[in-house]
């Protein structure tokens, strides 16, 4: 398996792009340039995108059994390569290795689940309205779809994505993040060439949104747009799309709720809202935004929540034991405590950390938080947890759905269907009764609602996102026209 970086990755070939821009890349935690990459621009995404749909077109005919030891083989290769993509996680993207190391498991769950793709590409024989008529309903693949991922779960997020569009038959184009253009694009490029994947099929063109961000979208090859990454982006390329009638799947930010009811158990609370918070520094979509605690359990929740955040490692992600690692650059940081000193100011207390150093910001925790403040308002995608009490369950139910977006979310309570009842009144794509937000499996649909996505991925469902459907209809006897070809013989 390839391991230098350095190139893109055009229709089997690692080259320099051709654009005179330079692409750094820079370790979040030590501020090390790691590697630097020629950037590509729209004349190699033009030749990506043409490279795939040329090699696309072989790939369709592929028989499922090839496809699914291309899928074999590269379950392989990851395997092989396990700890140096750990270790490009962890100085890339700042994970901390139990993070990398549990990304790096879903990755793989997702390429185990897609082998069986190839043998679901069901269609359907139908009866028809006419006599002698057969209709009959093939599921084919889109042809060619942009995967744009993101730079929280590179690994994990693009190969979900990836893997499937595959083994559905498709070609593919990854555009990666600016700042991990390794974890979420060049190392899928290396680990699918040793592979064995057919020529063409992925490529991979780093390269500056500035510069070809709107053209990965709207050239006209690709029938499908894969997108992981904040709204607001998520927004534009959503408007890119509909406007030359591609299909999108849309993986967009959460602001996703944490209640605690009334006869939650309370320690198992703080356990799940510590690991939905804090786990890779709370830069996951799915991360817990606000936690509502009722107004009797809101005082032994926040001592209990505030002295075990306070036992957190955070710094060097590349120490086993650390569990808050660095924010990817300090954008990121100063953004958070822009809202958290604009908090402060409408009344709410820090009571814990709410400093920082470098690109590490202490696991926070602020109380008398409102749901109308910056912090409840915008999604934190940072470690700093906002505690805010609620009456009753109308009360958190209503602010809960307060705002745009829905895309997971947990609560607590001792009885089960207290729980389920209520997690049913949140609009949400995903929620979960006595756990933390952060669940992903690979045959389970995940997605948003609202301003948190459109689609689903994983299992039966990126089926449906990731190929279309064809109507041939064999008529089996001369058809009956009717009086409008009847008139005609007389």
């Not at 692409?23 to 995108?49: R, S, V």
């Not at 006209?220 to 894969?226: G, N």
């Not at 390329?237 to 999108?248: D, F, N, P, V, Y």
Request: aromatic share 8%; charged share 20%.
């Amino acid at each position: 398996m390839k391991t230098d970086f350095s190139k893109v990755y055009i229709n089997g070939e690692w080259r320099d792009g051709s654009s005179d821009q330079m692409m750094g890349n820079t370790n979040p935690f030590t501020g090390e340039d790691l590697i630097a990459t020629k950037a590509a621009n729209k004349d190699d995404l033009d030749a990506a995108y043409k490279a795939a749909a040329e090699a696309q077109i072989e790939w369709a005919k592929e028989l499922p059994q090839n496809k699914r030891a291309i899928l074999e083989k590269t379950v392989e290769v990851m395997q092989e390569n396990k700890q140096l993509i750990i270790d490009w996680l962890v100085k890339e993207a700042g994970s901390t290795v139990i993070k990398a190391t549990v990304e790096f498991g879903a990755a793989l769950d997702v390429v185990k689940q897609s082998t069986a793709y190839p043998f679901q590409m069901e269609g359907k024989i139908l009866p028809s309205q006419q006599a002698g008529k057969e209709n009959r309903i093939y599921r084919n693949p889109i042809g060619v779809i942009g995967v744009i991922s993101p730079w929280n779960f590179p690994f994990h997020l693009a190969m979900r994505s990836i893997a499937p569009a595959l083994a559905t038959g498709n070609g593919v184009v990854v555009k990666p993040a600016t700042d991990t253009p390794i974890t979420g694009g060049l190392i899928f490029a290396s680990i699918f060439e040793a592979a064995g994947l057919p020529k063409g099929l992925l490529n991979v063109v780093v390269g500056r949104g500035s510069e070809i961000g709107d053209d990965i979208v709207t050239h006209p090859v690709p029938r499908m747009i894969s997108f992981t990454g904040s709204t607001e982006v998520g927004m534009h390329i959503g408007e890119l799309a509909g406007g030359r009638l591609k299909k999108t799947a849309l993986e967009l930010g959460g602001n996703n709720v944490f209640v605690v009811l009334d006869d939650a158990d309370i320690d198992q609370a703080v356990d799940s809202a510590l690991f939905g918070k804090f786990y890779h520094q709370g830069q996951i979509c799915m991360a817990i935004n606000r936690i509502f605690v009722h107004k009797d359990k809101y005082d032994e929740f926040a001592e209990l929540f505030i002295q075990r955040a306070g036992k957190l490692k955070y710094g060097n992600p590349a120490e086993q034991d650390t569990n808050v690692g660095p924010l990817i650059n300090r954008k990121q940081v100063d953004r958070i405590l822009e809202d958290l000193e604009e908090s402060v100011k409408q009344g709410a207390e820090i009571r814990l950390g709410g400093n920082a150093d470098g690109n590490v910001l202490e696991p926070t925790v602020v109380t008398n938080v409102t749901n109308e403040m910056p912090l409840a308002v915008n999604e934190i995608f940072g470690p700093v947890a906002i505690l805010i009490p609620f009456e009753d369950d109308d009360d958190a139910a209503e602010m809960a759905n307060a705002l745009p977006y829905g895309l997971s979310g947990a609560v607590h309570s001792s009885n089960l269907e207290h729980g389920a009842a209520f997690a049913h009144r949140i609009h949400t794509g995903m929620i979960h009764v006595n756990d933390q937000p952060v669940n992903d499996e690979s045959h389970v649909p995940f997605g948003g609602e609202k301003n948190s996505g459109l689609g689903r991925f994983n299992g039966e469902w990126i089926l449906e996102e990731f190929t279309t459907l064809k109507w041939i209809s064999l008529q089996h006897q001369r058809g009956d026209y009717g009086p409008f070809i009847n008139q005609l013989k007389e």
